[in-house]
């Protein structure tokens, strides 16, 4: 059975500072997503990884993709407010829409 | 392009009685997933339908049932409901997988189920 974990589970930062939240899964899969949720909102997509060594960047967020080391990071770079949400991976094969997310990580950015 | 829809947003019920939730995808997509989200268990997959079909489900009992229509549009179902049923139920929809790519997931805006 395929199983996502996420690390850390809360993540307090200060502005400015760096920090990298991590996803691990269980299973050979070739998708991985990270997704972003605003308190009472839905699921916003970040990135799509598709292949190994994928990597992909938008604004202070970049995704990273190593599907031997079934492994997912995603890097936060100089941390603003704006930035506070939770954010969940997850992971599916590529015949299967059945996805899996991890238990998300909490992230509060501090002034 | 308008994005997926849910109705309702919000939705009390009693135990013991049964709600009907509806998704309608963004125009095109012809693969509808349905998520239920708690604090406790985070966002758990109940159920995927494409062309009418259930293509994969979760580990859900039988209460949970869905369909989907031939306009792609797709309701969930839950019979008998438990106070353990209150959540946010998520449906996403997607276009099918295609050879070599990927079938990125949309989320509508969910509704919060309440059980009293």
């Known amino acids: 059975e395929l199983k996502v974990e996420q690390n850390p589970l809360f993540l307090s930062m200060q502005e400015g500072k760096n920090y990298t939240i991590y996803c691990n899964y269980s299973?050979?899969?070739?998708?991985l997503y990270w997704y972003r949720q605003d308190p009472g909102k839905s699921l916003e997509s970040l990135f799509v990884?598709?292949?190994?060594?994928a990597v992909k960047q938008e604004g202070r967020l970049m995704a990273s993709l190593d599907t031997k080391a079934r492994l997912s990071t995603l890097h936060i770079t100089a941390a603003v407010h704006d930035l506070s949400a939770t954010y969940f991976c997850?992971?599916?094969?590529?015949?299967?829409?059945?996805?899996?997310f991890g238990a998300g990580t909490r992230l509060t950015v501090k002034p | 392009k308008a994005g997926v829809t849910q109705t309702p947003r919000y939705l009390i019920k009693t135990r013991g009685q049964q709600v009907t939730l509806s998704c309608s995808p963004i125009?095109?997509?012809?693969?509808v997933s349905w998520y239920q989200q708690t604090p406790g268990q985070g966002l758990q997959f109940l159920f995927e339908?494409?062309?009418?079909?259930?293509?994969n489900k979760g580990n859900f009992p039988g209460r949970f049932s869905g369909r989907q229509f031939s306009n792609s549009r797709s309701e969930m179902n839950v019979s008998t409901l438990e106070l353990g049923d209150s959540a946010l139920y998520l449906c996403?929809?997607?276009?099918?997988?295609?050879?070599?790519?990927?079938?990125?997931?949309?989320f509508g805006p969910g509704t919060r189920l309440t059980v009293l």
């Open positions: 996403a929809s997607s276009l099918p997988p295609t050879r070599g790519g990927y079938n990125e997931q949309f």
């Open positions: 299973t050979t899969s070739d998708r």
């Open positions: 990884l598709l292949s190994n060594g």
């Open positions: 997850a992971v599916a094969s590529r015949n299967n829409n059945d996805m899996r």
């Open positions: 125009s095109g997509h012809r693969s």
């Open positions: 339908y494409f062309s009418e079909t259930q293509r």
